[in-house]
């Protein structure tokens, strides 16, 4: 008998996409408390689940999104600015999911708007409260992950990059603050922004006494093979986007059995470790092959 001809593949039967993660912070050589904090949570409209520093899932139950931020003031005020950031993203995101799910509010873009807005006002009304916590702020870089988008909402100097599939590395996000700017313009490049004096002022801050915020807002798509680093401002000080593409996608033989974050804060940590050093990174497993990260 001639074969029988296979049955055509069902497109919804194909396993939903995956995702990894890894992350790492650490207060490096110099300061003398943490600042940096970082959050990775999968949740829809009925759970929240926190996630743990390395893990790997995928989304056929769940949204993903990872966060860093940097926080800043006096005494103890940074940290707490930082944490009190990651707990409102933690309480107000997944409330915002279900109302988006209802058909109460605009996309995904509209609801991390509403989110950042209200952050900020959240340490504002603390400074103003309490006088430990005049003038406190924090950086925020945050990345929704939903099957084939990413949606991010960022504010000050810490950093979103890409890494293609094809190749290369992206910067997603915008430092809010002059060289940035001057950066962006071509005015100057990678290693006159490194040792610019100005280069720790910023013009944009959750908190920190500023009554006007233009976060940055904005979507990618994301395929397998993809990958994205969040990351704070200390890590963007001990290492060049090409030593950090370099260590994600090329990593001696003692790297590679590490995972990616800690590969990052390590070297980070080697080469300077003046500032606090946090690295969250996520990739998208090609399916069917090696790990495009290693």
């Known amino acids: 008998m001639p074969a029988r001809p296979a049955p055509p593949i069902d497109p919804a039967a194909a396993p939903p996409p995956r995702l990894r993660w890894s992350a790492l912070t650490h207060r490096g050589h110099v300061r ?28 056929a139950a769940h949204d993903f999104v990872f966060a860093v931020s940097d926080g800043m003031g006096g005494a103890n005020a940074g940290a707490f600015a930082s944490r ?9 995101l ?47 870089s945050l990345a929704w992950f939903t099957p084939g ?9 810490s950093r979103i990059y890409q890494f293609p599939r094809a190749g290369g590395l992206v910067q997603l996000t915008h430092d809010h603050g002059h060289v ?10 990678e290693r006159e922004a490194r040792s610019h004096p100005m280069r720790h002022a910023l013009h944009q801050a959750l908190g920190g006494g500023q009554q006007q915020l233009e976060p940055q807002i904005s979507a990618v798509a994301h395929e397998p093979g993809d990958g994205f680093l969040i990351c ?7 290492l060049w986007d090409r030593q950090i593409e370099e260590l994600i996608r090329e990593p001696d ?24 050093i946090t690295a969250l990174m996520v990739e998208l497993p090609a399916a069917g092959g090696p790990p495009p990260h290693r």
Not at 112 to 137: K, N, T, W
Not at 149 to 154: E, T
């Open 32 to 59: 003398p408390e943490n600042e940096d904090a970082f959050l990775g949570l999968a949740f829809n409209g009925h759970e929240v689940l926190h996630l743990g520093k390395t893990g790997e899932s995928d989304f």
């Open 84 to 92: 009190i950031t990651v707990d409102r993203v933690t309480r107000l």
């Open 94 to 140: 997944p409330r915002a999911f279900r109302l988006k799910a209802a058909g109460f509010t605009g996309g995904s873009a509209d609801l991390l708007g509403e989110l950042v807005d209200s952050i900020h006002r959240d340490l504002l009304q603390l400074g103003y409260a309490y006088e430990e916590c005049a003038g406190m702020g924090a950086t925020l």
């Open 149 to 157: 988008r990413m949606f991010f909402a960022h504010v000050g100097d």
């Open 180 to 189: 940035g700017w001057l950066r962006r313009q071509g005015r100057i490049n």
């Open 232 to 238: 704070s401002d200390g890590l963007i000080d001990g």
């Open 253 to 276: 033989e003692i790297g590679a059995r590490l995972p990616p974050a800690q590969r990052l804060v390590e070297a980070a940590l080697n080469n300077s470790g003046r500032d606090n």
